[in-house]
């Protein structure tokens, strides 16, 4: 089945050159069916990238989607065209009283600051709880996993001496688990960020099971059951050339960088990159939607009951 966005949403042309099915609005409305409805709260700055990558994940699974676009409320953005974000998103205070069968909260470029001084962190703590009783399951990436993980317990966030960046291989430490269904024993992900959530912490706190990690650069992906909630601190959504972008955004502008590791062919940046996560990208993803999709109540007012 397809994913349902609006035609001139700049990812449709994308996704369809792609081969992903993309749906009209007069389409979806012919056949008698219940899409599931799936919220995007995007944080990232290059907005139109971050929401190619995430339609094109949840855009590739038998199950028709219907995708809003969410952003908070008095933040905005200076990397997004004004009439993008005006014609294609909805604040967090227009679509509040709606529900959702699913929430991905995107990373932040802003992982530097303490979680209280970010000028949205009153309203990303009002998100949160809304999750609780207006979606039915809420994906937590990098940033908005960190925040989803110390709002709901506690657990804190540290600073690296050194920043965590190539494609890392991460060990399946829940073979059994739902949302790894199909994944080998060791699977690479992108990992770029300053931060990090230790594991004796989130051992600690109740209700957490670690699914993926790595001796590397630690835990990855982190099951919330009590709060319907799936936290990972790295980046399955991103494009081959996502970290060639930052690393020579960085290199342009002088600033110290290192190669990504085990990311160009024999760490050499003059080699274009090669993508060795994106199966396993679709697999999560493909998981998490249909976990939503068996568990959530056919009609939408029931979730949060």
Not at 25 to 49: F, V
Not at 175 to 180: F, R
Not at 210 to 228: F, I, K, N, Q, W
Request: charged fraction near 25%.
């Amino acid at each position: 089945m397809p994913i349902r966005i609006p035609a001139d949403l700049p990812a449709a042309d994308v996704l369809t050159n792609e081969g992903v099915m993309v749906m009209r609005e007069d389409q979806a409305a012919r056949q008698d069916i219940r899409p599931l409805r799936i919220g995007l709260l995007n944080l990232m700055p290059k907005k139109i990238q971050t929401e190619t990558q995430f339609a094109r994940l949840i855009g590739a699974t038998p199950v028709q989607i219907e995708l809003t676009l969410i952003k908070m409320t008095e933040h905005f953005s200076k990397n997004t065209p004004e009439k993008h974000m005006g014609t294609f998103y909805r604040t967090f205070q227009e679509v509040k009283d709606q529900k959702f069968d699913g929430l991905i909260i995107t990373g932040a470029p802003i992982e530097h600051l303490d979680f209280e001084d970010v000028t949205y962190w009153d309203e990303m703590r009002e998100v949160m709880d809304w999750t609780q009783t207006n979606v039915h399951s809420t994906f937590g990436v990098c940033w908005g996993g960190m925040a989803m993980i110390h709002h709901f317990h506690g657990v804190k966030k540290h600073m690296l001496a050194e920043k965590a960046f190539g494609c890392f291989p991460q060990e399946n430490l829940q073979p059994s688990s739902h949302y790894l269904r199909g994944f080998s024993d060791i699977c690479h992900i992108p990992v770029s960020r300053w931060t990090e959530m230790k594991q004796d912490e989130i051992d600690a706190a109740d209700g957490l099971t670690t699914l993926l990690g790595s001796e590397d650069t630690g835990p990855c992906l982190v099951e919330d059951t009590a709060h319907r909630a799936l936290y990972i601190f790295n980046h399955f959504e991103y494009d081959s050339d996502t970290l060639k972008q930052e690393y020579d955004r960085d290199v342009e502008a002088g600033k110290p960088i290192e190669v990504p590791l085990n990311y160009y062919p024999d760490n050499d940046p003059k080699r274009p990159p090669l993508n060795r996560w994106r199966s396993h990208a679709h697999l999560l993803y493909g998981n998490w939607i249909n976990e939503i999709y068996q568990t959530t109540p056919y009609d939408l007012n029931e979730i949060g009951a």
